[in-house]
């Protein structure tokens, strides 16, 4: 129904109306497959996971369709690489398995794809964190949160008791030797990096947020949190002083309203966005969402927010919410503490970018540059997302006892 929604948006591109339908039919057919393959390589997993996500997706879609009709046809195709990609992870599942026992190369390797734009990336919507290569635009950060998810799930399960049996005491906070925090502290300072030379406040942020919550979820450590955010505090304190962008990105989040047609027009934009749509919306194709720059990806949520209104974006922060309850549902039932840690961590990524693009859009937090899963157009955030989860849906198999 959201689909169809979309295409008849695209009546008023003729040029348009034959070219998309092929690929069209092939989403709507794959989804089928699909369905049919998590019922037989899966029977008894959580059959809400890639239903969800199909909902998301196609709202995404519709959007797109409504806000830039040129890439329609590129997120019909990248939906249907997703796809394919959730199926190869949900089949080699147990070939993927292993990989856990490999926390460091996992860990050096996250840290290299990290590394990679900051010497080899281009500079674009105001963060170096792409990767061009002719056509194609690849963003390693979406990658490599995967890689993070894995390496602390592995970690921290095998480092679970040293964690939670403190052995110094700094001040209230009891801590264990530096060398099983030390991993952390580097997690943290690359999130830290990622903010002052990429200028990529919102990957920062997630990273930051997937280390610490996942941290707390093993040990159950409140000391980890105060770290945590006393090291983010004073490192966010020291760039604000030493950077000039870092000053700027705060002076749009409190002030937007002094420049209103400068540096904070996306936001100001956003705001209005908001305002329109009230509670109702404006109705889908009634709005002016195209006021905003790059709306079909940063600001996507502030078009649904304007033409579908409170209750639109009600429907969508359910959903996300569903998806991170599903998650721990699945880590809760998982036998070993790596595979419980590996479903929550997915789970925390999901919703964590999720809140994170939100609250940015909405002026609750300094605004980033991360997507809405699997609604914002991108290649990488929608294959990433699916790889994450195709780990989701195998884990969710050990819920049911299959596994």
């Given at each position: 129904?959201?689909?169809?929604?979309?295409?008849?948006e695209?009546?008023?591109?003729?040029?348009?109306?034959t070219?998309?339908?092929?690929?069209?039919?092939?989403v709507?057919?794959?989804?089928?497959?699909?369905?049919?393959?998590?019922?037989?390589?899966?029977?008894?997993?959580?059959?809400?996971?890639f239903?969800?996500?199909?909902?998301?997706?196609?709202?995404?879609?519709?959007?797109?369709?409504?806000?830039?009709?040129?890439?329609?046809?590129?997120?019909?195709?990248?939906?249907?690489?997703?796809?394919?990609?959730?199926?190869?992870?949900?089949f080699?599942?147990?070939?993927?398995?292993?990989?856990?026992?490999?926390?460091?190369?996992?860990?050096?390797?996250?840290?290299?794809?990290?590394?990679?734009?900051?010497?080899?990336g281009?500079?674009?919507?105001?963060?170096?964190?792409?990767?061009?290569?002719?056509?194609?635009?690849?963003?390693?950060?979406?990658?490599?949160?995967?890689?993070?998810?894995?390496?602390?799930?592995?970690?921290?399960?095998?480092?679970?008791?040293?964690?939670?049996l403190?052995?110094?005491?700094?001040?209230?906070?009891?801590?264990?030797?530096?060398?099983?925090i030390?991993?952390?502290?580097l997690?943290?300072?690359?999130?830290?990096?990622?903010?002052?030379?990429?200028?990529?406040?919102?990957?920062?942020?997630?990273?930051?947020?997937?280390?610490?919550?996942?941290?707390?979820?093993?040990?159950?450590r409140?000391?980890?949190?105060?770290?945590?955010?006393?090291?983010?505090?004073?490192?966010?304190?020291?760039?604000?002083?030493?950077?000039?962008?870092?000053?700027?990105r705060?002076?749009?989040?409190?002030?937007p309203?002094?420049?209103?047609?400068?540096?904070?027009?996306?936001?100001?934009q956003?705001?209005?966005?908001?305002g329109?749509?009230?509670?109702?919306?404006?109705?889908?194709?009634h709005g002016?969402?195209?006021?905003?720059?790059?709306?079909?990806?940063?600001?996507?949520?502030?078009?649904?927010?304007?033409?579908?209104?409170?209750?639109?974006?009600?429907?969508?922060?359910?959903?996300?919410?569903?998806?991170?309850?599903?998650?721990?549902?699945?880590?809760?039932?998982?036998?070993?503490?790596?595979?419980?840690?590996?479903?929550?961590?997915?789970?925390?990524?999901?919703f964590?970018?999720?809140?994170?693009?939100?609250?940015?859009?909405?002026?609750?937090?300094?605004?980033?540059?991360?997507t809405?899963p699997?609604i914002?157009?991108?290649?990488?955030?929608?294959v990433s997302?699916?790889?994450?989860?195709?780990?989701?849906?195998?884990?969710?198999?050990?819920?049911?006892?299959?596994?």
């Amino acid at each position: 129904m959201l689909l169809g929604t979309g295409v008849l948006e695209l009546k008023q591109y003729p040029h348009l109306q034959t070219d998309f339908l092929p690929w069209l039919a092939a989403v709507i057919i794959a989804s089928f497959l699909v369905q049919f393959f998590l019922q037989r390589r899966l029977p008894g997993s959580d059959g809400l996971l890639f239903p969800l996500v199909m909902f998301f997706s196609s709202m995404g879609l519709m959007m797109i369709a409504r806000l830039k009709p040129v890439l329609f046809i590129p997120q019909l195709r990248w939906l249907l690489i997703g796809m394919l990609v959730f199926c190869l992870v949900v089949f080699f599942a147990k070939q993927i398995r292993p990989w856990l026992h490999y926390q460091y190369l996992l860990g050096v390797t996250c840290i290299l794809l990290l590394l990679l734009p900051l010497v080899l990336g281009t500079e674009i919507g105001g963060s170096r964190n792409w990767l061009v290569f002719g056509p194609f635009q690849v963003q390693p950060s979406e990658f490599s949160k995967i890689l993070i998810v894995m390496f602390l799930s592995s970690y921290l399960a095998d480092h679970r008791n040293l964690l939670t049996l403190p052995s110094r005491k700094f001040l209230f906070l009891e801590l264990p030797p530096l060398r099983f925090i030390a991993p952390l502290l580097l997690i943290w300072s690359m999130a830290l990096l990622m903010f002052v030379v990429a200028k990529d406040l919102g990957s920062a942020l997630l990273f930051f947020g997937i280390a610490i919550l996942m941290t707390y979820m093993a040990t159950g450590r409140k000391s980890y949190i105060f770290l945590a955010m006393v090291f983010f505090s004073a490192a966010s304190a020291f760039s604000y002083f030493l950077f000039a962008h870092v000053r700027v990105r705060f002076a749009i989040w409190l002030h937007p309203w002094a420049d209103p047609n400068g540096q904070a027009y996306q936001i100001v934009q956003s705001l209005f966005a908001f305002g329109a749509g009230g509670v109702w919306g404006t109705g889908f194709a009634h709005g002016h969402p195209g006021f905003i720059p790059e709306v079909h990806t940063d600001f996507i949520f502030s078009a649904i927010g304007e033409e579908f209104g409170l209750l639109g974006v009600i429907l969508i922060m359910i959903g996300y919410a569903i998806l991170f309850y599903r998650s721990i549902l699945i880590a809760l039932a998982c036998q070993a503490d790596q595979q419980k840690l590996l479903a929550a961590g997915c789970g925390i990524v999901f919703f964590l970018q999720a809140f994170i693009i939100i609250a940015g859009v909405t002026k609750f937090l300094p605004l980033t540059g991360v997507t809405l899963p699997f609604i914002s157009y991108g290649g990488s955030s929608m294959v990433s997302g699916f790889i994450l989860l195709g780990l989701l849906a195998a884990l969710s198999k050990k819920e049911n006892g299959h596994a």
